[in-house]
């Protein structure tokens, strides 16, 4: 299976704090412990509280440990008399989120409950208006890239390790590249793949509900749905006719696999999932069935002999390994 940066249980969780600190540097110390509880990491910390002014009612973006440079960090706040007191803040490289609020919640006033909410809605609006022009950044750029890139060649060693054509991937460099895009066709991330098979996802780009197209035809009568990239190229080599497409993850195959319905209503939808036998709860079956519920679509796992090795988990897993056979 191919997972998440982070688990997909960890991702949008919102941790709330509720302090009564008296000074303002007791609150920038209550301000500080929320976001690391809350699993959120400022490269550097004292840089970032000193911002609070400048977050009043905007997200302010800043570089976390373990990204510090790409500023996928982001807090809002909100001050009362000079002093903070409500802060929402969050890490888009893992969904972590926290929201920080001096005082205890019950025991306001009506009125400044009403408030409470209508900043808390403000900075939600905020929040999602800075994500998408991210989003609209790193799109720009990926594309950018996507077209800068010459057709991959069929003999990287990704390729030939992996027994699969280069179908539509692009390559620069030693790196293949792989665009992510969403049903329009409109390109928003991108995925590399080096020599070793090392895996990354552009930093800060839209993945949830885009995907990769692997092959296949504009209009068809048949879509394959898988996690990775290879193995949607082992698939559409099984079925030239289908139209394959990876969704990178597991955490991802039911948005894709319920926006292919929308876009092909009467296409055949098949969810071919990753078959992650020695993992407790299988999480490579259970999602891609629950893709398949959810799309109203069949759903498929790799058909194993008997001899074939249990760690063993997807459709190119099992091509390498009946191809290692003959």
């Known amino acids: 299976m191919k997972t998440a940066p982070a688990p997909e249980g960890a991702r949008h969780q919102t941790r709330s704090q509720y302090s009564t600190p008296a000074s303002y540097a007791d609150r920038l110390e209550a301000i500080r412990?929320?976001?690391?509880?809350?699993?959120?990491?400022?490269?550097?910390?004292?840089?970032?509280?000193?911002?609070?002014?400048?977050?009043?009612?905007?997200?302010?973006?800043?570089?976390?440990?373990?990204?510090?440079?790409?500023?996928?960090?982001?807090?809002?706040?909100?001050?009362?008399?000079?002093?903070?007191?409500?802060?929402?803040a969050g890490d888009w490289a893992t969904g972590a989120e926290m929201k920080w609020i001096a005082g205890?919640?019950?025991?306001?006033?009506?009125?400044?409950?009403?408030?409470?909410?209508?900043?808390?809605?403000?900075?939600?609006?905020?929040?999602?208006?800075?994500?998408?022009?991210q989003w609209e950044a790193r799109a720009a750029a990926a594309v950018h890239r996507w077209h800068s890139c010459t057709p991959a060649d069929p003999l990287h060693p990704y390729?030939?390790?992996?027994?699969?054509?280069?179908?539509?991937?692009?390559?620069?460099?030693?790196?293949?590249?792989?665009?992510?895009?969403?049903?329009?066709?409109k390109g928003w991330s991108l995925q590399t793949i080096d020599e070793t098979g090392k895996k990354l996802l552009m930093a800060g780009g839209k993945k949830a509900g885009n995907f990769i197209v692997v092959d296949g035809p504009d209009y068809p009568a048949r879509v394959l749905i898988c996690e990775g990239w290879a193995t949607g190229c082992t698939l559409a080599e099984i079925d030239p006719a289908a139209l394959v497409l990876a969704a990178v993850d597991c955490g991802n195959l039911q948005a894709v696999a319920t926006g292919a319905r929308n876009r092909w209503p009467d296409a055949d939808l098949i969810v071919c999932g990753d078959d992650d036998r020695q993992t407790p709860g299988n999480p490579g079956a259970a999602a891609a069935r629950a893709a398949a519920l959810a799309a109203g679509a069949r759903f498929a796992l790799p058909e194993w002999p008997a001899a074939a090795p249990v760690h063993l988990s997807d459709f190119n897993d099992l091509h390498q390994w009946q191809r290692g056979q003959q």
Do not use: C
């Open 159 to 185: 390729l030939q390790s992996k027994g699969i054509q280069p179908h539509r991937a692009r390559q620069q460099g030693r790196e293949l590249v792989l665009l992510l895009t969403d049903f329009s066709g």
């Open 104 to 133: 205890n919640v019950d025991t306001m006033t009506p009125a400044e409950r009403r408030e409470l909410k209508r900043r808390m809605a403000e900075a939600k609006r905020a929040r999602e208006e800075e994500q998408a022009r």
């Open 33 to 88: 412990a929320a976001l690391l509880d809350a699993g959120i990491e400022p490269a550097n910390p004292d840089a970032l509280l000193s911002r609070l002014a400048d977050a009043e009612g905007r997200p302010v973006r800043f570089g976390t440990a373990s990204k510090p440079r790409s500023k996928n960090g982001w807090l809002i706040a909100y001050h009362d008399r000079g002093l903070p007191f409500a802060v929402v």
